[in-house]
């Protein structure tokens, strides 16, 4: 099986290359003060014009504005908005609307009752980011490099495309589509050298991994 990948928290145009030039099917800009990743407006849309067309640049936001998001699209070509705070589905249908860009709405899982969650948002959004669920009291709602139970998820029936998200690093990933079935997998801080700071060998051999697991 081959899962499509999306890196996220790119913030200098040699990351954008290395996403572009190894296969990587979405870009992640993520637009958050407190993250390591974040980057201003204008350094988005700088990185999101050096790709090249077929890479799907997604706009990572947290609890976002209608303000904020007015900002970040009118300069940024974003081909997909992902919420990865405490939206709720009538927020997510909102923005779907207000902006007719698709949404990809992140869920934090720690153990099954975070599950229940799912079919609400699998009714708004175009696609569902299983993710995490971040510790309490954690700086970031994601990108912590934490992974849940992926049993947990094994034999779930889907009615929207998703995505598995946490903790993913190259050694891992291929294990991670194995058990849980996923077509597309997101990763963060499993392909950096430091926080912030992708390396582009570890990239291409999470690119690699999910294509051949
Ligand atoms: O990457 C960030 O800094 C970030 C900040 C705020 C919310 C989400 C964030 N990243 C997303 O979190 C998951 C998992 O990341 P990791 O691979 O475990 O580091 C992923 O979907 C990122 O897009």
Redesign the pocket.
């Known amino acids: 099986m081959t899962a499509r990948v999306?890196i996220?928290?790119l913030t200098r145009p040699a990351h954008v290359q290395a996403v572009a030039e190894c296969g990587a099917a979405y870009a992640?800009f993520?637009f958050?003060a407190k993250?390591?990743?974040?980057v201003s407006i204008a350094q988005a849309r700088d990185l999101a014009l050096t790709l090249k067309p077929g890479v799907a640049k997604v706009g990572?936001v947290?609890n976002a504005t209608n303000d904020e998001l007015d900002a970040i699209l009118a300069e940024v070509p974003l081909d997909m908005l992902?919420l990865?705070g405490k939206e709720s589905p009538a927020r997510v249908a909102e923005i779907r609307a207000r902006y007719g860009l698709p949404v990809m709405k992140?869920v934090g899982v720690a153990d099954a009752a975070d599950l229940d969650q799912l079919a609400a948002y699998e009714a708004v959004a175009d696609q569902i980011?299983v993710?995490?669920k971040a510790p309490k009291g954690a700086d970031?709602?994601?990108?912590?490099?934490?992974?849940f139970d992926w049993t947990l998820i094994a034999d779930r029936k889907w009615s929207k495309p998703w995505m598995l998200?946490?903790?993913?690093t190259p050694e891992n990933v291929a294990l991670a589509i194995e058990k849980t079935g996923a077509t597309q997998v997101?990763?963060?801080?499993?392909v950096e050298a430091a926080p912030g700071q992708k390396d582009d060998a570890l990239v291409r051999a999470f690119v690699a991994a999910a294509a051949y697991s």
């Open positions: 999306k996220c928290g992640g993520v958050f993250s390591p990743r974040n990572l947290v992902q990865h992140a980011l993710d995490a970031l709602p994601g990108g912590n490099g934490l992974s998200a946490g903790g993913l997101d990763v963060s801080s499993g």
